[in-house]
């Protein structure tokens, strides 16, 4: 099939990019003129482990094509996906959805015979509505369907999310659609993931309220780790016990620092603003922000009674800053909070992280990014582990510290408590004191 990808943001890039290996025809379009010259030259915007080998591959193979031209990528194609993004306005639970109504209008301009837009950017209910009523001013309703087809790809692991999914979603009011959309992804159903069909509403919903489910969870279990460390209880013992249960199911339930991303903190919100508009109470959901917010508040405050109120002058050490592992994203990354209050306590502060500096904290002049591990961590009193990249899961701390008295900070729990106390290494963990 010839599909056109309209933004290669993490959504569309690596959606379009599997389409065409695959073996569709993809078009992925930006007007970031910029982005797309990279992007010819095979060099990826995001970090995303196997990204770079098959935008490659399939560059070469000429089944993925990069352009800013919307009007030739819409008129070869016959499935358009908007792929743009919808982040939270400033001050508000409410989504900013301009720039899918910005792309909604452009597609408009250039429809000459039948095609299948597709909506797969994250959107409040209804937001396929004001889609088709966009496009409707300017085209015939039988020249085009909107449809609703959520991605749920994990950072860091959105090329196996791709290929081997759990389900896929596709929401239409229109049945014969469903068929269409069935042949597109024949090849990830016969390995065995449920194609699911509903209405169009109900597929937007069902990507807001899957976020909000696993955000509970991870909210939940952050909770429960605070009253294990205030009953000497070993939280990782309570994550199994429960999540052995095959109602409940275990993942999503390791203790650790507040949720961030690009989904869950602008998701939640989002769900709660519909809600609103709607006049429905999401009570739950509501609790679940705030206890997120707090999370990373209370484990600023932790670092403060690890370091007996003694920071200022103290060499500190952030290994990871990304949100979580696999991935260069740093948005609503705990770091974010975490380095700004070391900094106003008056610590000394190294970062490592293994996609790189951040853009973040680049006016931070008292911040120092160290590119090797043992540079980052030599000398220093507290080590904090931030971020699980598998690199921090197997370090010699003594070796590459040299210093007899340090610190360390486990916000991952990576390591076992028992075998670094037996090395007469101070070390503290979350929901295991």
Known sequence: MKICMIGTGYVGLVSGTCFADLGNKV?????DKVKINKLKNTV????????????????????????DDLEKAVKESQIIFICVGTPTKKGSNLVDLSQVYSVAKSISKHIKSYKIIVNKSTVPVTTGDQIEKIIGKKVKKSLFDVISNPEFLREGEAIRDFKYPDRIVIGSDNKKIFRKMQLL??????????????SRKGAELIKY?????????????????????ATGINVEDISVGIGSDARIGSRFLRAGPA????????????????AEKFKTNLSIVKSVIKSNQNRKILLTKRISKIMNNKIKNKKVTVLGVT???NTDDMRESS???LIPYLLKKGAIVKYHDPSGPKKEFKKSKKLKFERTLSKACQGCDLIIINTEWDEFKSIDFKKIVKKNSFKIYD???????????????????????
Do not use: H, Q, W
């Open 27 to 31: 078009f992925c379009v930006d007007n």
């Open 259 to 274: 949720y961030g991303g690009s989904c869950f903190p602008k998701d939640t919100k989002g769900l709660v603003s519909i």
């Open 209 to 229: 309220a899957s976020n909000a489910f696993l955000a509970t969870k991870i909210t939940f279990i952050n909770e429960i780790a605070n009253l294990c460390e």
């Open 335 to 337: 770091s974010l909070v």
């Open 323 to 325: 949100f979580k592992a």
């Open 44 to 67: 990826s915007p995001i970090y995303e482990p196997g990204l770079d080998d098959l935008i490659r591959n399939n560059y070469r193979a000429k089944r993925l094509n990069f352009t």
């Open 185 to 198: 992804y024949e090849p990830l159903i016969k390995k065995g993931a449920k194609f699911f069909c509903t």
């Open 411 to 433: 916000m991952r729990n990576l390591y076992n408590p028992i075998e670094l106390k037996k090395r007469n290494i101070k070390y503290y963990s979350v929901g295991r004191e």
